[in-house]
């Protein structure tokens, strides 16, 4: 899964430097940007988020609550313009760091940086000889880069039904294998791992491969383990994701043999220049973007740590709400939090436009991710190549699921506004609250 379809605030450079001329513009060249932006600023001129500042900065009454705010300050500008300045802008050493960084962080053999989530899942799929005539096995919750990705290598993707935590069930899995079957595809929705223990035992039964969607969940980990270490794992870099680099993605594997060809294919087959050993493309990373992955993965166990802290807080105000389900997390899995999403039923008092639209106008965004499942579109209805079966639990929670806002620039205000407009417009008492004075107000 690539991305859950969220606007996000155009990237700026710094401000130039006052003046003019040739004096002036080599000056500029020299000159590093800012350190922090003005008092009591929290975005620049162009609207982006300065996140030089501390988490959560004092604010208009009454702001906009985003559902997803990237965290981009000094430190990724300069990165990004160490790169500019030393004439190597792909393919070279920032690139490496940040894949040695990457397979650190996830406690993994081998990470390979690609160009974009989807080229992530594209490269991993090839990279594990799976194409036409090939079927996998996923989950219809998903973003549509999931299916895309199987039809675009000439697989055929066949769906399976999900369990109560939104995460592929290994037991429509097992029913839903057929000879032609070689590969199951979990997805790490919501960043919650799926349940690889049974995935893997059942695949490694049938002699499958899996390879994980884990576009949101950096950081995630299952029975113990790193998702980027359980089986082939691909994530995503985009925007909104809980670390990014505007667009990027990374394939891990403990298989060295996987990760050579991975490498060959995002080059073009080449691990030489001009000296082509498969049929490959272009799905390679830059360095700007590897330099600011590598700032980002280093704030990741903090963004993590606040994100679970606030999806806490939510759970703890919203409970007890008729009608609204809050998220669970099985106690063998690390939740990640990409998104703090709720389950909305018939006994609800008020049905899911209607908070939305509450929501926004106490200026809060929420989302649905996701509004369809990933086959029901007109584009892939009657596709040859996909295999629907029967997926009712997926179909009922398309109709019940509602993300909030969780992400790591959110105060405790923040927080109390989104569970007291949600408990007003489902008609229930609000919460009794206490303090928290050991709440961090930096990163």
């Known amino acids: 899964m690539n991305i859950a379809p969220t606007a996000t605030e155009p990237a700026t450079g710094p401000a130039a ?82 894949e040695r960084a990457f397979a650190a962080a996830h406690g993994v053999a081998h990470a390979v940086a690609v160009s974009n989530g989807t080229t992530a899942l594209v490269a991993a799929l090839r990279a594990h000889d799976i194409g ?67 995935i893997t035992r059942l695949a490694d039964h049938h002699r499958l491969t899996v390879i994980a969607d884990a576009a949101q969940a950096h950081g995630a980990r299952v029975a113990g383990q790193s998702v980027g270490a359980a089986s082939t794992a691909t994530f995503s870099m985009y925007g909104s994701k809980n670390i990014t680099c505007g667009e990027g993605g990374v394939v891990t594997t403990p298989d060295a043999r996987i990760a050579d060809r991975l490498r060959l294919i995002r080059n073009h087959g080449m691990r030489n220049r001009y ?53 669970r997390r099985p106690a063998d899995r690390l939740h990640v939090w990409h998104q703090y999403t709720v389950r909305l039923t018939d006994d609800a008092r008020a049905g899911r436009d209607e908070v939305i639209e509450a929501l926004d106008r106490a200026g809060i965004e929420a989302r649905v991710f996701y509004p369809r499942l990933a086959f029901d ?24 699921v509602l993300s909030l806002p969780v992400h790591p620039r959110l105060t405790d205000t923040d927080l109390d506004r989104v569970i007291d407009t949600v408990r007003q417009t489902l008609d229930a008492p609000a919460p009794i609250r206490t303090p928290n004075p050991d709440r961090p107000t930096a990163l």
Not at 20 to 35: C, D, L
Not at 152 to 160: H, L, M, N
Not at 313 to 325: D, F, H, M, N, S
Not at 377 to 400: K, M
């Open 17 to 98: 430097e006052p003046g003019s001329g040739p004096a002036s513009a080599a000056q500029e060249r020299r000159t590093p940007p800012p350190a922090s932006p003005a008092v009591g600023a929290d975005r620049d001129l162009a609207g982006t988020v300065r996140t030089d500042l501390p988490f959560g900065p004092p604010r208009v009454p009454e702001h906009r609550i985003r559902i997803s705010e990237p965290q981009l300050g000094v430190e990724e500008e300069t990165a990004v313009l160490a790169v500019l300045r030393s004439g190597r802008l792909t393919s070279g050493p920032r690139v490496e760091e940040f």
């Open 132 to 198: 036409p005539g090939d079927e996998v096995i996923t989950t219809p919750l998903t973003f549509g880069a999931t299916l895309n990705a199987l039809l675009e290598v000439g697989a055929t993707a066949r769906f399976a039904d999900v369990d109560d935590d939104f995460l592929l069930d290994p037991a429509a899995v097992a029913a839903a294998i057929t000879p032609r079957t070689c590969a199951i595809m979990p997805v790490h929705l919501y960043g919650l791992p799926a349940d690889m223990p049974d």
């Open 275 to 327: 000296e082509h050993l498969l049929a490959g493309s272009n799905y390679r990373l830059t360095e700007m973007q590897a330099a600011i992955g590598s700032v980002q993965l280093g704030r990741l166990p903090e963004i993590n740590r606040r994100r679970a802290a606030h999806a806490a807080r939510l759970t703890a105000g919203l409970e007890g709400v008729p009608g609204l389900i809050t998220p």
């Open 377 to 400: 579109h007109d584009c892939y209805r009657d596709h040859p190549r996909i295999a629907r079966g029967d997926t009712p639990r997926a179909e009922l929670v398309t109709r019940q």
